[in-house]
T-cell receptor, first 114, second 115 residues
Framework: EDKVVQSPLSLVVHEGDTVTLNCSYEVTNFRSLLWYKQEKKAPTFLFMLTSSGIEKKSGRLSSILDKKELFSILNITATQTGDSAVYLC??????????????FGPGTSLSVIP | DGGITQSPKYLFRKEGQNVTLSCEQNLNHDAMYWYRQDPGQGLRLIYYSQIVNDFQKGDIAEGYSVSREKKESFPLTVTSAQKNPTAFYLCASAIAGTGLNQPQHFGDGTRLSIL
């Protein structure tokens, strides 16, 4: 059965700390891994990763994928209170007989305190 | 501005009632999706549609129904057969299914509660 696991499920840090969020997966016919940030409402897209070892970066956020070990990490440096959110990891898997399935993990709830 | 609009933001339902959640997008996306989010769980797919007048069941379709009469609109009906409907419902759209490595765009969600 396809599954996506995230750890930790919740995390509290102080402003300025660096955090690493983990996502591991077991899916058939992996296509891509996506990270979203959800602040109470709509998840907003952060990164899409398809190749191993290539870091994607956007400001203080970065992410990398390891397709051999089946995991990805999301790093946030110099955290700010505005980084407080649930971070969702999702994996897209190809299906020959139906749509390309997207499987979401449970999310990591990050709280950044001043 | 282009985007996805879900309404209402909050919805209350009495037991035995059907309710319909609205989802409209002006992104010209072909594919649309409905997810359910419960506390501590990831998003679970209810229904999806990749083209007008066609839709497919997701992982938890029981007790729900949808229609796709227009490209822009994908309403979700929560029927009385859904025994535990209290949840946060998210609608999403994408360019053409998810096979083109394009991320989904999400609406702001509808929170449904049972009275």
């Amino acid at each position: 059965e396809d599954k996506v696991v995230q750890s930790p499920l919740s995390l509290v840090v102080h402003e300025g700390d660096t955090v690493t969020l983990n996502c591991s997966y077991e899916v058939t016919n992996f296509r891509s891994l996506l990270w979203y940030k959800q602040e109470k409402k709509a998840p907003t897209f952060l990164f899409m990763l398809t190749s191993s070892g290539i870091e994607k970066k956007s400001g203080r956020l970065s992410s990398i994928l390891d397709k051999k070990e089946l995991f990805s990490i999301l790093n946030i440096t110099a955290t700010q209170t505005g980084d407080s959110a649930v971070y969702l990891c999702a994996v897209e898997a190809s299906r020959k007989t139906s749509y390309d399935k997207v499987i979401f993990g449970p999310g990591t709830s990050l709280s950044v305190i001043p | 501005d282009g985007g996805i609009t879900q309404s209402p933001k909050y919805l209350f339902r009495k037991e035995g009632q059907n309710v319909t959640l609205s989802c409209e997008q002006n992104l010209n996306h072909d594919a649309m999706y409905w997810y359910r989010q419960d506390p501590g769980q990831g998003l679970r797919l209810i229904y999806y549609s990749q083209i007008v007048n066609d839709f497919q069941k997701g992982d938890i379709a029981e007790g729900y129904s949808v229609s796709r009469e227009k490209k822009e609109s994908f309403p979700l009906t929560v029927t009385s057969a859904q025994k535990n409907p209290t949840a946060f419902y998210l609608c999403a759209s994408a360019i053409a299914g998810t096979g083109l490595n394009q991320p989904q765009h999400f609406g702001d969600g509808t929170r449904l509660s049972i009275l």
